[in-house]
């Protein structure tokens, strides 16, 4: 029989949700102060950093010259869309926004990646995934429920 185990990108994708979960609600008053391109600046070099020991000698031992202009094209389309601007986006909502609400943006965004891939075929639906769109659905829906201190804080004094 043959077990279905995580690899060791999704522990790094799973790692990386939580430490960006806890950076936006860590470092609100930070991401508030700076500009959007210090705050991004600063947490890309401290990813790289952190990062490198698991993929350094992967990228070393490439053939850069056999990768040919099309994965070029779309490694571009991720990093320039999916992920600059992305964070620009979730940066400059972060200084007009709760976390809370961010964080739902957060959470529904590897669901939308899954819909899209099913969507243009490359994608295949598994009971993992869909066991995984419930928890997404349900960290939305507690991140909606949550209050915030000042929210509690007005309950108290009615």
Not at 78 to 101: E, S
Not at 103 to 125: E, K, M, T
């Amino acid at each position: 029989m043959i077990v279905d185990r995580p690899c060791h990108g999704d522990l790094l994708v799973l790692g990386a949700q939580f430490s960006y979960a806890l950076f936006l609600s860590l470092f609100n008053k930070f991401i508030k102060k700076y500009s959007i391109f210090t705050v991004n600046k600063w947490m890309f070099l401290w990813a790289t950093i952190i990062v490198w020991p698991f993929t350094g000698f992967h990228v070393s031992q490439t053939e850069w010259a056999a990768v040919n202009f099309t994965t070029w094209m779309e490694t571009a389309y991720v990093v320039v869309f999916g992920t600059f601007l992305g964070y620009i986006l979730i940066v400059n909502a972060q200084k007009v926004l709760r976390p809370t609400v961010v964080a739902i943006y957060n959470y529904v965004q590897p669901l939308a990646a899954v819909i899209v891939s099913l969507a243009i075929g490359i994608g295949v639906v598994k009971w993992s995934q869909g066991l995984a769109v419930l928890f997404v659905f349900a960290g939305v829906w507690m991140v909606t429920k949550s209050k915030s201190r000042r929210d509690m804080l007005e309950e108290e004094k009615r």
